[in-house]
């Protein structure tokens, strides 16, 4: 007769086949190994840590959010910022303003701290350009504010 045993202790398990000692005894007879603790690290041993990722630079953030918006990846541009710099508007409202744009195009003219000053040619359906200037703020890897105006 064979049996599955395990055994705990206190700091791991024993798993393994036993075979019973008499076929009419019933008990179950095995050798468990003791156990050993794992060898530590000695005391003055250095852990190297994982270093934080820093957030993206500010001109990549406006990028990412026009190329969100022009791949009509309105969930992303949204987390983006289109939440901070439309305020006051729904993320149905949000999306609906970009229904006459076919696509932006996007000049960065400089970054200055986490001010991104751009120039935008946007492409509309009708096939006319409106063209924009002006500046993002850039905070933790989301637009928090605008001040675009046509040019």
Same mark, same amino acid.
């Not at 007879?29 to 934080?52: G, I, S």
């Not at 970054?111 to 000053?117: A, D, E, F, S, Y």
């Not at 096939?127 to 001040?147: F, L």
């Given at each position: 007769?064979?049996a599955v045993a395990a055994v705990l202790?206190?700091?791991?398990?024993?798993?393994?086949?036993?075979?019973?000692?008499?076929?009419?005894?019933?008990?179950?007879?095995?050798?468990?190994?003791?156990?050993? *603790?794992?060898?530590?690290?000695? *005391? @003055?041993?250095?852990?190297?840590?994982?270093?934080?990722?820093? *957030?993206? @630079?500010?001109?990549?953030?406006?990028?990412?959010?026009? $190329?969100?918006?022009? @791949?009509?990846?309105?969930?992303?541009?949204?987390?983006?910022?289109?939440? $901070?710099?439309?305020?006051?508007?729904?993320?149905?409202?949000?999306?609906?303003?970009?229904?006459?744009?076919?696509?932006?195009?996007?000049?960065?003219?400089?970054?200055?701290?986490?001010?991104?000053?751009?120039?935008?040619d946007a492409s509309l359906t009708n096939?006319?350009?409106?063209?924009?200037?002006?500046?993002?703020?850039?905070? @933790?890897?989301?637009?928090?504010?605008?001040?675009?105006?046509p040019t």
């Open positions: 007769m064979l202790t206190g700091g791991g398990a024993f798993t393994g086949i036993a075979r019973a000692s008499s076929a009419s005894s019933g008990a179950i007879t095995t050798a468990a190994r003791p156990w050993t *603790a794992l060898p530590t690290a000695p *005391a @003055d041993a250095h852990r190297t840590v994982a270093r934080q990722q820093s *957030a993206p @630079d500010p001109a990549t953030v406006v990028q990412t959010y026009f $190329q969100a918006v022009n @791949d009509r990846d309105f969930v992303s541009a949204w987390a983006l910022g289109g939440r $901070q710099h439309i305020a006051g508007t729904s993320y149905d409202a949000f999306v609906a303003t970009f229904n006459t744009v076919s696509k932006y195009d996007v000049t960065i003219e400089s970054v200055q701290g986490n001010k991104v000053t751009v120039r935008l096939r006319t350009h409106r063209h924009y200037a002006g500046t993002y703020t850039v905070e @933790d890897g989301v637009i928090v504010a605008a001040d675009i105006r």
